[in-house]
């Protein structure tokens, strides 16, 4: 099993940014998805997660209307769209697998590093 997160980077605020999580070695389209975050010092925190088929999102507060999650499950990956970039937005992001809604993620991946500073 592999989840591969890309497309961190440091962007300035207001800025955008994709993010993009490969999957392998399991059946996709059977797994909740997700992202999560976390930044120094804090714990890791859900930002958003998506069904199996994408026909339901659901988002942290604090991204709601400058994030989007969406999913490919003929790539076997799922995307986190972000826009309005704050600082406060620093953090690890990583994509999560999960058996069903509301459970832990199984899998995870390894995190890709977003910035965002002037």
């Known amino acids: 099993v592999q989840l591969v997160e890309s497309g961190g980077g440091l962007v300035q605020p207001g800025g955008s940014l994709r993010l993009s999580c490969a999957a392998s070695g399991f059946t996709f389209s059977r797994y909740v998805m997700s992202w999560y975050r976390q930044a120094p010092g804090k714990e890791r925190v859900l930002v958003a997660i998506i069904t199996f088929t994408g026909g339901s999102t659901k988002y942290a507060d604090s991204v709601k209307g400058r994030f989007t999650i969406s999913r490919d499950n003929a790539k076997n990956t799922v995307y986190l769209q972000m826009g309005s970039l704050k600082p406060e937005d620093t953090a690890v992001y990583y994509c999560?697998?999960?058996?069903?809604?509301?459970?832990?993620?199984?899998?995870w991946g390894q995190g890709t590093q977003v910035t965002v500073s002037s």
């Open positions: 999560g697998a999960s058996g069903g809604w509301g459970k832990s993620p199984e899998y």
